[in-house]
């Protein structure tokens, strides 16, 4: 190699690792060695013309080096001069196969070196090229490489997510028959296998498996008009003959003339979600036919916390949806409460997503401002109706509302993270609140959200004894306030959003 060819390698090869690093090619990424620095640049300038990220290298160390260096699988192809350093060569297709198994390599060899061929296609090298060759024929080469290649990785993505997948996963005849299922498939129907289950229902029709067979003649109805079916469930029988709901997504898939072909499935198990919603409705419906003798003994609505069970856990939104149910219960008895703890919710979200909360602690959130008044229910109702203000035994009851409130949710295991919320939702910044006088980083962040909040709904609703004094009012005393009985945080966030 002349000296002027060996500073020119220098400049290009850390080039190329950047390149390799930073480029996205549509058509391929390829890396070139060749002993010989002009075939290397010539087939790598040639290659690049057709819309191809290449690299060269006339170094075997500095090409291994740059396979080693990169996180991520950064080459499809390896196109390789062999030269006749016969033994090294085989070395390095072995040691770049070894770094990337799924590399596809092509060789460029003398025309009558198939020893040389023989030796390099043992090491699983895609295919070869003779000296001298057309350029046309190194693409096509690498086209049908590329291809091959991304029939490679379609195929294990597929072979992936159908063995490894936790939902059940299959192919059906458009007569219901099953042609393959996948493992998940078969333990979620009682099968040892997927071959047990093929061979125990692929002669059976599909709709015999449904506890109501009218419901898979509904499936057909949907996919002949649309094709596609999504989040239908049903009732189906296992092996053992016991029942089990699924979630069922369905896709006809046609050919090019549209004629349907199979069918594609998925299947989920919500078995235990559907026993736990109608737990959860027939809970709601008790809570209800109590709500009337409630307005005549507040104690009731203790009881009926301790009927919630473990199971709401796994129901987010159908709990909050219940917790609504039962807070907005306790407020209509009252008009000057009516809307009160959805009210407090909702300025609760708006404030925790000006400050950044995130999603979870949003939920948190939400359903501590829709339970923060529930100990009420054993305190002031009875007077919350004068039309005149409370005189001091009365205050004092009404500021035992949030330590009977976290009594109440300590009955429900699952809402240990809201007690601190809803206790400590009246302290204040200097240490003035109720009912525990706690002060400043003391007090729980999401508490100080829900005082402003409460405050904030407080000074613009009316009550027995006053109109309510209004927005205006309410702004300018969270202002006023801010830093002695409102974290300063809250407040900033607060009169954004309010």
Request: aromatic share 10%; with cysteine; net charge neutral.
């Amino acid at each position: 190699m002349a000296l002027g060819q060996d500073t020119k390698y220098k400049d290009i090869k850390s080039a190329n690792i950047k390149d390799a690093q930073t480029t996205q090619s549509k058509s391929g990424r390829i890396l070139i060695f060749s002993k010989n620095y002009d075939f290397m640049t010539s087939v790598r300038g040639i290659l690049s013309e057709f819309g191809y990220l290449t690299v060269g290298f006339i170094s075997r160390e500095d090409a291994l080096k740059s396979l080693k260096s990169l996180e991520k699988k950064t080459f499809d192809f390896l196109v390789i001069d062999i030269d006749q350093q016969e033994e090294e060569n085989i070395k390095f297709l072995k040691k770049a196969m070894k770094i990337d198994p799924d590399l596809m390599c092509i060789i460029i060899v003398d025309h009558g070196e198939f020893q040389a061929v023989v030796e390099a296609m043992k090491t699983g090298v895609f295919d070869y090229l003779f000296k001298p060759f057309k350029i046309e024929i190194l693409l096509i080469t690498i086209s049908r490489a590329m291809e091959i290649r991304r029939l490679r990785k379609a195929k294990d993505l597929y072979y992936s997510i159908f063995a490894d997948a936790t939902e059940g996963i299959y192919l059906k005849t458009p007569e219901g028959q099953y042609i393959t299922a996948n493992p998940a498939l078969a333990d979620l129907l009682g099968y040892e296998s997927s071959d047990e289950l093929i061979t125990k229902l692929g002669t059976n029709i599909t709709n015999e498996t449904y506890v109501e067979p009218d419901r898979h003649k509904e499936i057909i109805r949907i996919l002949q008009k649309k094709d596609i079916v999504t989040g239908f469930e049903s009732q189906i029988y296992r092996k053992d003959g016991n029942r089990i709901w699924i979630s069922e997504n369905v896709r006809a898939v046609r050919d090019p003339n549209g004629n349907l072909l199979y069918y594609r499935g998925t299947i989920e198990d919500i078995t235990r979600r559907r026993q736990n919603e109608e737990a959860l409705r027939q809970s709601e419906s008790h809570f209800r036919l109590c709500a009337e003798k409630a307005e005549k003994n507040t104690g009731i609505f203790l009881d009926m916390i301790d009927e919630l069970c473990d199971s709401y856990r796994e129901l987010d939104q159908l709990f909050i949806n219940f917790a609504k149910t039962m807070v907005n219960m306790l407020d209509e008895k009252n008009k000057w409460t009516k809307g009160h703890s959805d009210r407090v919710a909702l300025y609760s979200e708006m404030i925790a997503k000006e400050i950044g909360i995130d999603r979870e602690g949003m939920k948190k959130l939400r359903l501590a401002a829709l339970l923060h008044d529930i100990g009420r229910m054993g305190t002031f109702d009875y007077f919350l109706h004068k039309p005149s203000r409370f005189t001091e035994r009365q205050y004092e009851l009404v500021k035992k509302h949030p330590v009977n409130g976290a009594k109440i949710l300590e009955n429900i295991g699952f809402l240990d993270d809201l007690i601190p919320f809803v206790r400590h939702h009246h302290e204040r910044m200097d240490g003035k609140g109720y009912p525990d006088g706690l002060k400043g980083e003391k007090i729980p962040f999401y508490s100080r959200i829900l005082h402003v909040a409460d405050s904030f709904d407080s000074m613009t609703s009316d009550r027995p004894h006053r109109k309510a004094p209004g927005k205006e009012y309410a702004l300018s005393e969270l202002k006023r306030c801010k830093g002695s009985q409102f974290d300063p945080k809250v407040i900033e966030a607060a009169l954004k959003v309010l």
